[in-house]
């Protein structure tokens, strides 16, 4: 408690280390999994507020980061928002199998998700979320010239706000089949995957 009136900081750490070190039981991993994802989706400063998206372009890995849009515990999926003509949209496009990497480096865990990726583009899905989003992260979509593409120079590309849902918005959804948890720890690492073809029941797996 002390710590809690002295140093916020380090009391952080310590309720995060403490938190997933109390999880004995695979069925907590999971739910705590899941609760992870609700504040990466709310908090803009947590380490689940991002991810690691990989995909592939035939035989080749790609990776990049993305911003975790939003999630869905009953359904397993989680959810980011990118513009249509990015490459990763067509590498989903010839191959949806994803994988997903969270890292929150204050509680040690390393989340892993695979996935199926679906593509939604235009649709009342979008709608709804365009229509929650700011004008500035709207603006992104507007943008004159296709992302990745060469240009001369940076000032070359500008964004011109309409008001309608632009064509390039599109909704990522990830419907997960495998993931995987690992926690660090001085005491032993812990590792626990959960397959959707077992109803998600963990089965720890030596880390
Ligand atoms: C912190 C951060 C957040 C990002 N969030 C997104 C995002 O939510 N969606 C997205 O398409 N790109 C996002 N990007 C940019 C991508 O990492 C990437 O550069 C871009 O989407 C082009 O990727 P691609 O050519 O592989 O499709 C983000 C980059 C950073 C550094």
């Known amino acids: 408690m002390i710590l809690v009136l002295f140093n916020s900081h380090k009391n952080d750490k310590i309720i995060s280390m403490n938190n997933t070190q109390n999880l004995s039981k695979t069925?907590?991993?999971?739910e705590n999994i899941w609760v992870c994802m609700d504040k990466g989706v709310n908090d803009r400063l947590s380490d689940y507020h991002t991810f690691s998206l990989s995909t592939s372009c035939k035989m080749i890995p790609e990776i990049r980061t993305v911003v975790l849009r939003g999630c869905d515990r009953e359904k397993q999926r989680i959810i980011f928002h990118t513009n249509n003509l990015t490459k990763k949209v067509n590498e989903i496009q010839d191959n949806p199998n994803v994988g997903a990497l969270f890292?929150?480096?204050?509680?040690?865990?390393?989340?892993?998700?695979?996935?199926?990726?679906v593509i939604n583009n235009g649709d009342e899905y979008c709608k709804n979320r365009w229509n929650k989003m700011s004008s500035q992260s709207q603006e992104c979509y507007y943008q004159n010239v296709a992302p990745g593409k060469d240009i001369q120079y940076p000032e070359i590309v500008k964004?011109?706000?309409e008001n309608k849902l632009s064509k390039n918005f599109t909704v990522i959804t990830i419907n997960i089949h495998r993931i995987?948890?690992?926690?660090?720890?001085?005491?032993?690492h812990t590792r626990v995957k959960f397959l959707k073809d077992k109803k998600f029941s963990g089965q720890w797996i030596a880390p």
């Open 27 to 30: 069925s907590e991993i999971y």
């Open 103 to 117: 890292y929150d480096k204050k509680a040690k865990v390393q989340i892993r998700f695979n996935g199926i990726a």
């Open 159 to 161: 964004n011109q706000l």
């Open 180 to 188: 995987e948890w690992l926690y660090l720890s001085s005491t032993g």
